[in-house]
């Protein structure tokens, strides 16, 4: 089973973007962040032509998570389902089952904002989120990340043991000074301070571990700014993550960052900031 993270910055942008990525790629299963679109605006038609049954959070103009699963559902009736109501069963005619799709999560200190959507896919609950920016370190949005990720945390950390748990997303924060260009120059900046850092391994607790470092310590980044040339001086930050418990570790045998499609395309809309995080399990429910 192929699994693809990716925050979009816009899905109205960057739409020819993802249909050239999945049918390089052919994932079973997308995962968008920052989509910036109302539900009803989300290029379902599109993504339907290209093979993929799209399950929504979506928010006009900021945030909004997808689930994009590759055949089509036999029922469409996910829409209905409003936030935080558990969908039942629905069958795809590739024959991958998924259930209990959530929008947001219980206690979220800012559910007015569409940041996580879940449900449990071919063998696995799969989290996507978007965690808060935080802007910096005196804004009142630094506060509410803190208080954001300590409940989505506690909800992570107190999700049933089965089936194994496989969190993606952007979390906004660089774990390590490993996962930043420059850990002296941007000491204390947003994304790199002890804080969030010390908030990203509480969220994290004994469960969850960075899947990318159980596989590599080499520097990789998933961000690069747009501004002073970022990507093509190698001036990025990993906090794209893939987080995962015990029980997923052993099911992923490869997990890397799509730096290509970061690469401005002729006759495309530029690309996000961020590139896709791909990771191949040795799930074979698809």
């Known amino acids: 089973m192929r699994i693809i993270s990716w925050n979009i910055n816009s899905i109205r942008a960057r739409l ?10 052919r994932p079973d299963v997308v995962c968008l962040q920052e989509t910036k679109v109302a539900n009803k605006d989300f290029p379902e038609a599109q993504l339907s032509t290209a093979g993929y049954y799209s399950i929504l959070y979506g928010q006009t103009s900021y945030n909004g998570v997808a689930i994009l699963i590759r055949g089509q559902a036999k029922q469409r009736n996910l829409m209905t389902f409003p936030k935080n109501e558990l969908s039942t069963m629905t069958e795809m005619k590739n024959n991958l089952e998924f259930s209990e799709v959530l929008r947001g999560f219980p206690k979220d200190p800012a559910s007015d904002e569409a940041r ?37 945390g506690n909800w992570l950390q107190n999700l049933p043991r089965t089936p194994p748990l496989l969190v993606v997303g952007d979390f906004n924060v660089a774990p390590d000074d490993c996962d930043v260009w420059d850990p002296k120059g941007l000491k204390g900046r947003i994304h790199c301070t002890p804080e969030e ?3 990203l391994k509480k969220l994290q607790g004994k469960r969850l571990q960075d899947v990318l470092r159980t596989k590599t310590q080499e520097r990789i ?10 990507f093509n001086r190698d001036e990025g930050l990993r906090f794209d993550l893939v987080l995962g418990d015990k029980n997923t570790l052993g099911l992923v045998n490869r997990i890397w960052v799509d730096k290509e499609e970061r690469v401005p395309i002729e006759r ?5 900031d961020h590139a896709p995080i ?7 429910k698809f």
């Not at 996580?116 to 696995?124: P, T």
């Not at 980044?221 to 970022?230: A, L, Q, V």
């Not at 495309?268 to 996000?272: D, I, K, M, Q, R």
Request: glycine fraction near 8%; charge should be positive.
């Open 221 to 230: 980044f998933t961000w690069w700014p747009y501004m002073r040339g970022g």
């Open 116 to 152: 996580v959507i879940s449900a449990c896919i071919g063998g696995l609950r799969l989290v996507n989120a978007y965690v808060i920016n935080g802007e910096d370190r005196i804004s009142d949005k630094f506060l509410l990340k803190g208080r954001w990720m300590e409940a989505f």
């Open 16 to 25: 020819p973007r993802l249909l050239a990525l999945v049918k390089r790629h």
């Open 197 to 199: 850092r010390a908030w």
């Open 278 to 284: 791909i990771i191949d399990t040795n799930q074979t």
């Open 268 to 272: 495309l809309e530029p690309p996000s």
